[in-house]
């Protein structure tokens, strides 16, 4: 058996959390490393498996965590970080508690709201200008055209993202701690997307400034959240909670 981590945070009134059940359906416990506190249960490596279920139960342990009104800041590690046996957890809090108290404190009292950017025209301009492959029917000079107006296409859309990105990020100028952006390209299928850090009481008011929002023409925006800030906790904090 070892030791899975869901999340580090602060819990200043030292108040007893009961947390569904975790990844495999064991029992969250949750405990006090120098002034932190950490949220891990044990599980079999063995079979651990990269299910949505298992995700979600993973999930959902967080979830519970970040609803608590009397938790001002948490930082949600990912399903796939590293197990590790219990006491390396302890030896990373102790060996890293200055950089989570610096994450802490940038994301205290705030969440995540997510917004998805879609063009209606995407999948077309994809199959116009698809190219026909390296069929003998094809010339050489004909599949390279066909290649270039591709890139043509393909360079024009991206900028036509990057300017309405950032038209939707100006618009919530004011409404947030700070924000990301993702335009997809390198993710396979993932949408583009804009992350917001949100204070908590400022969701209705993130809200709506959203229902005000105004996109060109054949662009979609949805919104998700308020969520556990995942995008906001860097890849150096995941490897420093694995114990890396």
């Given at each position: 058996m070892t030791c899975i981590v869901y999340s580090i945070f602060r819990n200043p009134n030292k108040i007893s959390l009961q947390l569904p059940d975790g990844v495999q359906e064991s029992q969250v416990q949750v405990g006090e490393r120098e002034g932190l506190w950490v949220a891990s249960s044990l599980i079999d490596t063995q079979k651990l498996a990269g299910t949505v279920q298992e995700a979600m139960r993973f999930f959902s342990v967080n979830e519970a965590v970040f609803d608590r009104q009397d938790i001002p800041s948490?930082?949600?590690?990912?399903?796939?970080?590293?197990?590790?046996?219990?006491?390396?957890?302890?030896?990373?809090?102790?060996?890293?508690?200055?950089?989570?108290?610096?994450?802490?404190?940038?994301?205290?009292?705030?969440?995540?709201?997510?917004?998805?950017?879609?063009?209606?025209d995407q999948a077309g301009m994809k199959q116009k200008y698809q190219p026909e492959g390296t069929s003998l029917a094809s010339s050489g000079t004909a599949y390279l055209r066909s290649r270039q107006e591709k890139s043509r296409m393909h360079m024009m859309e991206e900028e036509k993202l990057q300017e309405v990105m950032d038209h939707i990020t100006a618009?919530?100028?004011?409404?947030?701690?700070s924000c990301l952006q993702e335009t997809g390209q390198g993710h396979g299928r993932h949408l583009p997307g804009i992350y917001f850090l949100v204070p908590k009481e400022g969701r209705a008011a993130f809200e709506a400034q959203f229902q005000s929002l105004v996109c060109p023409e054949k662009w979609k925006v949805l919104m998700t959240g308020l969520w556990p800030p995942y995008n906001f906790v860097s890849q150096e904090v995941f490897d420093h909670a694995n114990g890396i």
């Open positions: 948490m930082i949600p590690l990912r399903y796939q970080t590293v197990p590790m046996d219990p006491t390396s957890v302890i030896e990373c809090v102790h060996r890293q508690r200055s950089r989570l108290d610096q994450v802490l404190d940038f994301l205290n009292g705030c969440g995540e709201m997510g917004l998805r950017i879609l063009s209606s618009h919530f100028s004011g409404y947030c701690r």
